[in-house]
């Protein structure tokens, strides 16, 4: 989120700790929530059945930025890496993770959400990366879902799918859209990418969030 001061300080630091790893991240200049209407207006989107109050202006935003990166993905026929701003690689990838999957892959597969993952997502560090079907504990509009889409593999074939269910239903809040319903979610088992470790302090994941928090975007 370019004049987003916080935003422009996790991505930087985020994209150096991709470079740690080989991963050369180009910067997308994220959608600020206050213009939703022209870009809705602009792509032709509906938002779909969601209880007022629910979309604050950050979910707004987090979810053109993802819609956009998706068209591009279709228009370029090849797989996307996508980190939002906080998107904090631990591990290197695979180098045969796109034959593991033919949507989606989320590379990190715990609930940023859970007391401890601060801690836990640093466990077995060396482990084997092992690609698996996401176990899904919660269920809206489009299916079933997992928290978090701050780093996440999409193939064309995946962001087809999305922007075809979404044609015909509208949109909803990023994370809930991603689902089950829509198409095919696995996730990487021990995590790759994780939220930015300045999110795990205190309830800074609540308080810092651009999405939760309407008067970020």
């Known amino acids: ?21 080989k991963i050369d ?28 109050g629910k979309m604050s202006l950050g979910h707004y935003g987090n979810f053109l930025s993802h819609y956009y990166l998706w068209l591009q993905c279709i228009d ?33 597969s715990l609930n940023p959400y859970a007391a401890g993952y601060g801690t836990e997502v640093q466990k077995n560090i060396e482990e084997p990366i092992v690609v698996n ?9 489009a299916g079933y879902y997992s928290w978090g889409v ?25 994370d809930n859209q991603v689902a089950s319903d829509v198409l095919e979610v696995k996730t990487c088992t021990p995590t790759i990418a994780r939220l930015h470790p300045i999110m795990g302090v205190d309830k800074n994941i609540y308080t810092l969030s651009t999405s939760r928090n309407s008067n970020e975007q």
């Open 1 to 21: 989120m370019i004049g987003h001061p916080l935003s422009e300080q996790l991505s930087a630091e985020c994209v150096a700790q991709a470079k740690k790893f």
């Open 133 to 141: 079907t996401i176990d899904f504990t919660k269920r809206k509009k």
């Open 150 to 174: 701050y780093a996440y593999i999409i193939k064309p074939a995946g962001a087809k799918k999305l922007v075809k269910w979404i044609s015909e239903h509208g949109f909803i809040a990023t």
């Open 76 to 108: 370029s026929n090849e797989p996307y890496l996508i980190l939002e701003h906080d998107g904090y690689f631990i591990r290197k990838l695979p180098k045969n993770i796109l034959d593991q999957f033919d949507d989606l892959c989320k590379l990190d």
């Open 25 to 52: 991240v180009a910067v997308f200049e994220a959608i600020w929530g206050k213009d939703h209407e022209y870009h809705m207006a602009k792509l032709g989107l509906k938002l779909g059945r969601v209880k007022p």
